[in-house]
Nanobody
Framework: QVQLVESGGGLVQAGGSLRLSCAAS??????????MGWFRQAPGKEREFVAA????????SYRNSVKGRFTISRDNAKNTVYLQMNSLKPEDTAVYYC????????????????WGQGTQVTVSS
């Protein structure tokens, strides 16, 4: 199994930056075969894709509204995936979740088997 713990959320003014971290534990993360994704959910809205990366095939994808502002990266030696968020906007306010799956990355929420507990990001105008 895989356990995921997010951190790094908080309150920031519009235009600011945050870096989210997702620490993974469990046997499957260390074999470089796990795809990692970031999703977010605002109050009253469905959970939506933000970014994903799979090391095995180099797959990287971003939601259109965050392209050029957010960057997903991973440090396999530390079993950690990051989401660097720059030029934050009030519409980025949400609970951000880290997720993992075997195989290639994807933007489909339902294909991720493992989820963290989420971290709140609030962007003030």
């Amino acid at each position: 199994q895989v356990q995921l713990v997010e951190s790094g959320g908080g309150l920031v003014q519009a235009g600011g930056s945050l870096r989210l971290s997702c620490a993974a534990s469990g046997r499957t993360f260390s074999n470089y075969a796990m795809a990692m994704g970031w999703f977010r959910q605002a109050p009253g809205k469905e959970r939506e894709f933000v970014a994903a990366h799979s090391y095995s095939d180099g797959y990287t994808s971003y939601r259109n509204s965050v392209k050029g502002r957010f960057t997903i990266s991973r440090d396999n030696a530390k079993n950690t995936v990051y989401l660097q968020m720059n030029s934050l906007k009030p519409e980025d306010t949400a609970v951000y979740y880290c997720a993992a799956k075997t195989g290639s990355g994807t933007y489909y929420v339902d294909q991720y088997a493992y989820w963290g507990q989420g971290t709140q990001v609030t962007v003030s105008s």
